[in-house]
């Protein structure tokens, strides 16, 4: 073999590999609360939307927002088609964990909503100590660049309820392999659980947890909006199948100096296939 040729060769492997890298974000942007003053939505809106245009995504999975706030991001986020419902009604009363991916890479091959309870098809249910309802929307996408398909779930367990927490984890894995079967799979969400705890233990004995490659910088997801104060614990995941491998984690730390444009921040990994 010339070393052209050779060359080459590394030179399209390489092509093939930066083509073929999904990057995906998760984000819980808090809810849209009036009491929040300074950080009520209509004041951090802006920021919220920077952060999530800056990131060059393919794959965002939004959680807590209402109706007119998924109205808003549809809006900010055009070049993205979107899933999703509200959790209370399946429709547009509650909270959504909306699922945008980026139309020029993927098309939509199937999509839904589940509860996370004992009827996750009956819209509005929840069960075992869960303190709201919570939902998860799915949707399979078909990669154009690199022809396969990739299953994504985006959710939000809840916050109180440690069983409806375990048993989440376990429909959540339950419905990933039924429906993904062979398929790539991502998991994304706020799970409000950390990394010590059982439920991220039904997870990881499942699915890879994309911090594995992670090298530098920060390690919590919940913080409130307070630069500085209130550190809380990594609750918000990204997960994925051993079809996928992890090149990049990172939580972003992105702020004005004083205040987050959420009481989360953002999780951001890049991915790649494995064959």
């Keep these: 073999m010339s070393i052209w040729l050779g060359l080459a060769i590394l030179v399209g492997q ?110 509005g249910s929840k069960s075992w100590d869960a303190a709201i309802t919570r939902i998860c929307t799915y949707a399979k996408l078909l990669d154009k660049q690199s022809g396969k398909p990739v299953w994504v779930f985006n959710t939000h367990f809840d916050h109180k309820g440690k069983v409806a927490r375990e048993e989440s984890a376990k429909l959540l894995v339950r419905k990933a392999h039924e429906m993904a079967k062979e398929d790539a799979v991502l998991l994304i969400g706020d799970f409000n659980f950390p990394p010590e705890s059982d439920p991220y233990g039904t997870m990881v004995a499942e699915f890879e947890d994309s911090f594995s490659c992670y090298t530098d910088g920060e390690k919590t997801t919940s913080h409130g909006f307070a630069v500085g104060e209130n550190e809380g614990n990594r609750i918000d995941h990204i997960f994925h199948s051993a079809k996928l491998a992890c090149l990049y984690y990172r939580i972003l730390d992105d702020n004005d100096g004083e205040n987050y444009p959420s009481d989360h921040l953002p999780v951001v990994s890049v991915l790649m296939y494995r064959d």
């Design 14 to 123: 390489w092509q093939w590999s930066v083509d073929h890298q999904i990057k995906a974000v998760t984000y819980n942007i808090r809810y849209h609360e009036p009491n929040d003053g300074k950080n009520a939505w209509p004041k951090r809106k802006g920021r919220v939307a920077e952060l999530l245009l800056a990131q060059q995504a393919d794959i965002i999975g939004l959680q807590e927002a209402l109706d007119g706030q998924v109205v808003y991001c549809d809006s900010v986020l055009n070049a993205f088609g979107r899933v999703g419902v509200g959790r209370d009604d399946g429709k547009q009363k509650g909270e959504f964990s909306p699922l945008y991916y980026r139309q020029s890479r993927f098309d939509l091959a199937d999509h839904g909503t589940f509860w996370l309870s004992e009827t996750p098809e009956v819209p």
